[in-house]
């Protein structure tokens, strides 16, 4: 009856999986993507952080898990968009990204992930602008330097293309839904836009 019992392990990553010898393929399915899709759960770091802080674990285990839980509750740290940019604009990345949330009333994740590109766009324009002026102002300026601000110029131009997609979104999501209610035949609600109603005609 032991054996029959017995769990079967398998391994994903250091992590393992314990799944039911004796279920059938759908319940193995079910107790395999449970307990997978815990693995990196953000909260399940959490805990282990704090129940490691009184244990045996290293200063860098602590750190990496630290960092990983940071990463996993992204919407309200913005820890890892502090990664995409150099210390010099850290502080300022995630004070745009906080001002833009509460600025627009940002609420689900989808808009504080807009938040943080329009934000990561911002500084970037930023970092090109200023590395262009560099450039232009380089007693050194041959088709080395020249070649690299162009290459500048056009990450300048995409990082401006991706700010306004950005802001242009997220204005329409938190833009209140237009409700139009029409009691006529006949009603122009837009342009090129033409609804007919006839329902009372009789056809001939």
Known sequence: MKQYNKLLSKRKGSHLIAINKNSTFEEKKAEFLSDASDIYSAEK??????????????????????????????????????????????????????????????????????????AGAFVRQLRCASRLEDG?????LNSYTASIMSVIGKELDRAHRQYLSAIQTLRIIKQPPLNVSIKTNTAIVGQNQLIQENQNVNPK
Request: net charge negative; hydrophobic share 35%.
């Open 45 to 118: 770091l959490l805990k282990e952080i704090i129940k490691g802080l009184d244990s045996d674990l290293t200063k860098e285990e602590k750190n990496k898990k630290t960092m990983e839980a940071l990463i996993g509750f992204e919407l309200d740290t913005h820890f890892a968009l502090t990664e995409t940019t150099s210390a010099r604009y850290r502080a300022l990345v995630v004070k745009l990204c906080k001002q833009i949330i509460q600025e627009y009333d940002c609420k689900t994740p989808s808009e504080k992930a807009l938040a943080e590109i329009i």
């Open 136 to 140: 232009l102002g380089s007693d050194n």
